[in-house]
């Protein structure tokens, strides 16, 4: 029985490759499904909270 490293290391990338872009196009679908259920929640609510969804990741404070 042969041991060829080359043939191993190659699946194991081409592997690791198909699952990232599995595991990718999974992480899309919950950014888009999350994207979609802000939306509607801030459709709900009221125009502070829309206000607030300009800023997703930061809060908007004045300097003195």
Do not use: C, H, P, W
Request: no cysteine; net charge positive; hydrophobic share 40%.
């Amino acid at each position: 029985m042969t041991f060829d490293i080359l043939k191993i290391l190659s699946y194991t990338v081409v592997v690791i490759t198909i699952l990232t872009m599995i595991f990718g196009v999974i992480a899309y679908y919950f950014y888009k499904l999350r994207e979609r259920r802000r939306k509607l929640e801030s459709a709900n609510n009221s125009d502070q909270i829309q206000e607030k969804d300009k800023y997703l990741y930061f809060e908007e404070k004045e300097i003195l």
